[in-house]
Nanobody, 123 residues
Framework: QLQLVESGGDYVQPGGSLRLSCAAS????????IGWFRQAPGKEREGVSCIDSSDGSPYYADFVKGRFTISRDNTKNTVYLQMRRLKPDDTAVYFC????????????????WGQGTQVTVSS
């Protein structure tokens, strides 16, 4: 059974850092682009970052470029999202997502979702 499990969400002050993890089971990362989405209260789910299944190329939404870094460890079947210089606007539930063969960072393209992990940025 394919499963994505996120961890690492927490409460952090503005300017702080967090690292989210997405552990995949039941499938190999090599066949799926793994992305991070987020959803704040009252807002639509939006794509944050994705790492390509074939060559590991990273993709970022403009609002996180230069602050967030996505990476993957194929030996652990895990994808990470390192978040730096966090802002209150980054507060949201962050979801890990798998898209077979792609990295389009749009919710309708996602094949599997994790349950989400809460990130709260506040002073």
């Amino acid at each position: 059974q394919l499963q994505l499990v996120e961890s690492g969400g927490d409460y952090v002050q503005p300017g702080g850092s967090l690292r989210l993890s997405c552990a995949a089971s039941g499938f190999s990362l090599g066949y799926y682009g793994i992305g991070w989405f987020r959803q704040a209260p009252g807002k639509e789910r939006e794509g944050v970052s994705c790492i390509d299944s074939s060559d590991g190329s990273p993709y970022y939404a403009d609002f996180v470029k230069g602050r967030f870094t996505i990476s993957r460890d194929n030996t652990k079947n895990t994808v990470y999202l390192q978040m730096r210089r966090l802002k209150p606007d980054d507060t949201a539930v962050y979801f890990c997502a798998a898209e077979r063969g792609g990295c389009r960072l749009v919710p309708k393209a996602v094949d599997y979702w994790g349950q989400g992990t809460q990130v709260t940025v506040s002073s």
